[in-house]
């Protein structure tokens, strides 16, 4: 395989890509939530604390005056520096009372609401952000409580950068998982790519690799597996109806070249030329009953007519097809045997007779005089089993497996009436229901099961 490079059009950094910009994106969102609600809580801490305290202030300015506020705001003030606490206290033309602010800050109206601005404090006479509300005394007096913003500032840049590197590591962190991700993957698919390119150069044997974990790899890859299995059968089926045809159809095909060179001959008398018109005829009978069997067993292979699928009665069906051969058996001195019921499935009537049809057509090749044939059904869960049994000699166990083969035959003296299609046909019919077709040796006898799905 071509070895994969990293570019935008190679699916590996697309994916790489897009696993770190989603993370990235995810974790960006994630930490700016963080960011914001941590903000928001201290802001909302420090409000709660400076409003109830302004509030404290007040109840005491109307308790004991003026002057219980002046005592109320000293007492504060030796542990204010610890708390970055901030109080001002003016009368209401400014000068100051109380408090560790130089001033009045210019364009803050007293009640105001809250307020973020830069003050001088007393102790340090240095410009410091300080977050405050302030209210207008009944005296005329205006009082401001705030704290020291410098430390949130500073907590709020130790929460940025800690957010930022939280944000770095998670992205490097993504590119990791990425590549891993694509690494697991790939290799994965270069597995199968590998299997696949040896299949398209003609090894039907080679197989999609499975390690065993049970994966969605391995689903897709034993999905494959049975893909592969059921097209290695069909190319082996293929290659084996190929040679079929040609070795079943050259000799007819030669008897009928005959006969019709036959029938140039002048000297030919005419009753042999009957003979030989009806010979051929023969020939060209034989010759199509071969192909239109062989069209059905591929179009039951493909499964068409899936679309004429109903609801088949199969009792009525085997009581049907008795009443059809029971003639024939009697004629044979052969018994026909009903046992069983099964429920109705979903499936091509006329596809179904001719699969039974040619059951009891084999059955009847080979039951001896005076034995029975049984047709038995039942269900078996989601499937109906159709089994036809004779009592005749059986066939080797050894060629069981073929017996559903196109062109197999274990009769050595092959005749006309039989180009062994007829079981292939009903393998064909069988698959193309869901189900399979099996064959089994019951000593005496041998019984063929047709297993067909309920709902195909």
């Given at each position: 395989m071509t070895r994969l490079r990293f570019s935008l059009n190679n699916s590996r950094t697309r994916l790489v890509l897009a696993s770190m910009v989603l993370s990235t994106l995810l974790t960006a969102a994630v930490l700016a939530l963080v960011y914001v609600t941590a903000t928001r809580t201290i802001e909302g801490e420090t409000r709660s604390v400076v409003s109830a305290e302004l509030t404290g202030l007040a109840d005491e300015y109307e308790r004991r005056g003026l002057i219980g506020l002046l005592t109320a705001i000293e007492r504060r003030l030796p542990s204010a520096s610890e708390r970055d606490a901030l109080y001002l206290l003016t009368d209401p033309f400014g000068t100051v009372l109380a408090g560790n602010l130089t001033r009045w800050p210019e364009g803050v109206t007293a009640g105001s609401g809250w307020v973020e601005l830069e003050l001088r404090k007393t102790d340090t006479n240095q410009l410091v952000p300080i977050s405050a509300a302030s209210i207008r005394l009944p005296g005329g007096e205006r009082l401001l409580v705030g704290r020291d913003a410098l430390a949130r500032q500073q907590f709020d840049r130790v929460l940025f950068h800690s957010v930022a590197l939280a944000l770095g590591a998670a992205l490097a962190l993504s590119i990791l998982t990425g590549w891993l991700l694509t690494r697991l993957v790939f290799s994965r698919l270069r597995d199968i790519a590998d299997a696949a390119d040896s299949i398209v150069s003609g090894d039907l044997s080679q197989r999609m690799p499975q390690r065993g974990t049970g994966d969605e790899f391995d689903q897709v890859s034993g999905t494959l597996n049975?893909?592969?299995?059921?097209?290695?059968?069909l190319v082996s089926n293929l290659r084996t109806t190929s040679n079929s045809i040609a070795h079943d159809l050259r000799s007819p095909l030669s008897r009928l070249k005959q006969r019709v060179e036959a029938l140039n001959d002048p000297g030919i008398s005419a009753r042999d030329r009957e003979i030989a018109i009806a010979r051929a005829t023969v020939e060209i009978d034989h010759v199509l009953r071969v192909l239109s069997q062989l069209t059905e067993i591929s179009r039951a292979e493909a499964g068409l007519g899936r679309e004429q699928f109903e609801t088949v009665d199969l009792c009525q069906l085997v009581k049907d097809a008795a009443e059809l051969y029971e003639p024939v058996a009697a004629?044979?001195?052969?018994?026909?045997?009903?046992?069983?019921?099964?429920?109705?499935?979903?499936?091509?009537?006329p596809l179904l007779s001719q699969a039974l049809s040619n059951l009891l057509e084999n059955a009847l090749r080979y039951a001896p005089e005076g034995s029975a044939i049984t047709i038995e059904l039942k269900d078996d869960g989601p499937f109906a089993l159709l089994?036809?049994?004779?009592?005749g000699p059986g066939v080797p166990d050894a060629e069981l497996p073929r017996l559903a083969m196109p062109f197999v035959t274990l009769d050595p003296a092959r005749s006309d009436r039989s180009a062994g299609l007829g079981l292939a046909l009903v393998a064909a019919i069988a698959r193309m229901h869901g189900g399979t077709f099996a064959a089994r040796n019951c000593k005496p006898g041998l019984e063929v099961t047709l297993r067909v799905a309920r709902a195909s």
């Open positions: 049975n893909m592969l299995d059921r097209i290695e059968e004629d044979q001195g052969i018994r026909l045997e009903v046992v069983g019921r099964a429920e109705p499935i979903r499936g091509h009537r089994s036809v049994r004779d009592r």
